[in-house]
T-cell receptor
Framework: QQQVKQSPQSLIVQKGGIPIINCAYE??????FPWYQQFPGKGPALLIA?????SEKKEGRFTISFNKSAKQFSLHIMDSQPGDSATYFC??????????FGQGTTLQVKP | AAGVIQSPRHLIKEKRETATLKCYPI?????VYWYQQGPGQDPQFLIS???????DKGSIPDRFSAQQFSDYHSELNMSSLELGDSALYFC????????????????FGPGTRLLVL
């Protein structure tokens, strides 16, 4: 059973567009929600993370929106660039620190 | 800045052989996590160590074992390898353990690609 559900599975946008990736979770013990970017053959790299006491966090072109009551969170990439083409994973963690990942979203940004 | 080091980067083994994967965390990081990522899949948590003690265990087969040494590096030992063990194995490190200390950012290494023939 996937504890963190991510959608869409793939996404294609034009350069400058704003791709949005959504995640939902069930376990209310989760209290840390990071997003990772992964290029083929590379390790995941942390993009941005949020805790449930905050509804939105922005770092550069990346924004997380968090809805605690709905148990949902999303990643927005502003002014997307071809270099943003990668696989994006949402994740959740509780007090043990282990990350539970979503299924991933493959993003393609067309020039 | 120093990153997580994993060795080897690539490994080819035959079925029923053994493999040892090594992870060297970022300096002064005392927590290590191991993840397995199959083709086109999300990383799955295997096991973690904090201050050389196992801190959590996930979907790690009994054929696998791991430990963290006094210098904080960690090794994942895999025996009786099966075709299904072919995957990318990532190690991540953090400074401090979650829980009372709070969640600390996990930094991932480049991974070891294991191919079992």
């Amino acid at each position: 059973q996937q504890q963190v559900k991510q959608s869409p599975q793939s996404l294609i946008v034009q350069k400058g567009g704003i791709p949005i990736i959504n995640c939902a979770y069930e376990n209310t013990a989760f209290d840390y929600f990071p997003w990772y970017q992964q290029f083929p053959g590379k390790g995941p790299a942390l993009l941005i993370a949020i805790r449930p006491d905050v509804s939105e966090k922005k770092e550069g072109r990346f924004t997380i929106s968090f809805n605690k009551s709905a148990k949902q969170f999303s990643l927005h990439i502003m002014d997307s660039q071809p270099g943003d083409s990668a696989t994006y994973f949402c994740a959740a963690s509780s007090n043990t620190g282990k990350l539970i990942f979503g299924q991933g979203t493959t993003l393609q940004v067309k020039p | 800045a120093a990153g997580v080091i994993q060795s080897p980067r690539h490994l080819i083994k035959e079925k029923r052989e053994t493999a040892t994967l090594k992870c060297y965390p970022i300096p002064r990081h005392d927590t290590v996590y191991w993840y397995q990522q199959g083709p086109g899949q999300d990383p799955q948590f295997l096991i973690s160590f904090y201050e050389k003690m196992q801190s959590d265990k996930g979907s790690i087969p009994d054929r696998f074992s791991a430990q963290q040494f006094s210098d904080y590096h960690s090794e994942l030992n895999m025996s009786s390898l099966e075709l299904g063990d072919s995957a990318l194995y990532f190690c991540a490190s953090s400074s401090g353990l979650a829980g009372g200390l709070g969640i600390e950012t996990q930094y991932f290494g480049p991974g070891t690609r294991l191919l079992v023939l």
